[in-house]
């Protein structure tokens, strides 16, 4: 399947185990290619680390460090 919306390529090297092991678990949940297999694994793993995966839609504004104006008036004076 070529996937337009994934245009990276990642290659990785695996020991027997590693793969045995990505294998067992693949097949376990059905899953149709290893490379899906890996992209959940991928997904869960940075998931269990508090990471979010960006969607595309966020705006650079969202990561300031600085309130925003709006941030400011919505937030009443103590």
Do not use: C, H, Y
Not at 29 to 37: E, G, I, V, W, Y
Not at 50 to 74: L, M, N, T
Request: net charge negative; hydrophobic share 45%; proline share 5%.
């Amino acid at each position: 399947m070529n996937d337009l919306s994934r245009p990276e390529r990642l290659q990785i090297m695996l020991t027997a185990e590693e793969l045995a092991a990505l294998d067992d678990w693949r097949f376990q949940r059905r899953m149709p290619s290893r490379a899906a297999a890996v992209r959940e694994l991928l997904k869960r793993g940075l998931a269990a680390e508090g990471v979010e995966i960006a969607d595309g839609r966020a705006k650079s504004a969202d990561f300031g460090v600085i309130p925003s104006k709006a941030d400011d008036q919505a937030t009443p004076d103590a």
